[in-house]
């Protein structure tokens, strides 16, 4: 990872942070001046809590710590009341982070530990690894998935299939549908796009990765090419490969692997494939899901790549066959 991306990243989110903090502290001040009951409990609990850290930080009566906390508490109650009164005016006092899950630092804490949110994580794969490929992912969504593109012909002789493409792609939005839902489900299957170009598997791929990151999950995409090259120059030392590359790869939750069997193969490439694909299979500290996209035919796979390989897809993904009809011609 850049370090001048990461530092450059999180003055951003210290200035978006203390903007919903300012801004929330502004309509604090305004809703007081309305509600002066709700001034008089903050002052209150302000002045209880400050004297409770001087009660334990002098080690001294813990009665009097007791009934502090017991008066803290009354209040709190007597706060909760007056805020459910204000009504949805209440809600304004909350500063409105743009992540709810590490409110805008980047980083999760627990006690002494910490570990970086997914937003942030998110942020950093987009900068620097999906900034070419994601450059559109705002439109690629279900709601602009066009069904209309595909025929609504049943013609075996034309598409070899007994079912039209129109039918055959609401089959595989189904099956996209329930891995997403499923997604955190171990036993929930990774997914093969396999057909020729044109049929829109990488923008279903995108459809997906929209959704996913609506759920706080981390999407990283990589042509396949690209992807094995950086793993080799990360494996021999290369100084331009960034070096979280591959534990990026590795444990990213969605990895969309596009454009499988133009990366000019060799044994090298054929072992790095089986150890990725692999390892994220058998993640054993949460589930890692995969999408490969191909235009390869399941027998082009079993002709170019290691028998280990081609098993492990056909064990562990739901193969979705694209045909039809080069939607990009379509109007």
Known sequence: MNNSTLKSLLIEYDKKRISA???????????????????????KLSSLALSTMKQLAQ???????????????????????ILKSIGKEAECIIPNYECK????TGYIFNGSTSK???CLKQRIYNIEYNKANFNNLNKQNFNNFNLNLYS???SNDKYGADISPRENIKLILDICKNFIA????????NLLFTGRTGLGKTFLSSCIANELLKQGKTVLYQTSSVMLDTIINYHLGKSNVDPDIYNHLLNVDLLIVDDLGTEGINNMKLVELFNLLNTRLLNSSKPT????STNLSLQDMFETYDERIVSRIIGYYNICYFFGDDIRFIH
Do not use: G, H
């Open 21 to 43: 903090e300012e801004l929330a502290q502004k309509n604090r001040e305004t809703l007081y001046t309305k509600f002066p009951e709700l001034a008089d409990v903050d002052k």
């Open 289 to 292: 899901k995969t999408i490969i």
């Open 152 to 154: 609504e012909e049943v």
């Open 182 to 189: 499923n997604f955190d489900n171990p036993d929930e299957k």
């Open 116 to 118: 970086m949110c997914n």
């Open 101 to 104: 899950i590490c409110n805008d």
């Open 59 to 81: 080690n001294n009566d813990k009665e009097l710590i007791k009934k502090l906390n017991s008066d803290i508490e009354v209040l709190k109650k007597k706060k909760e009341e």
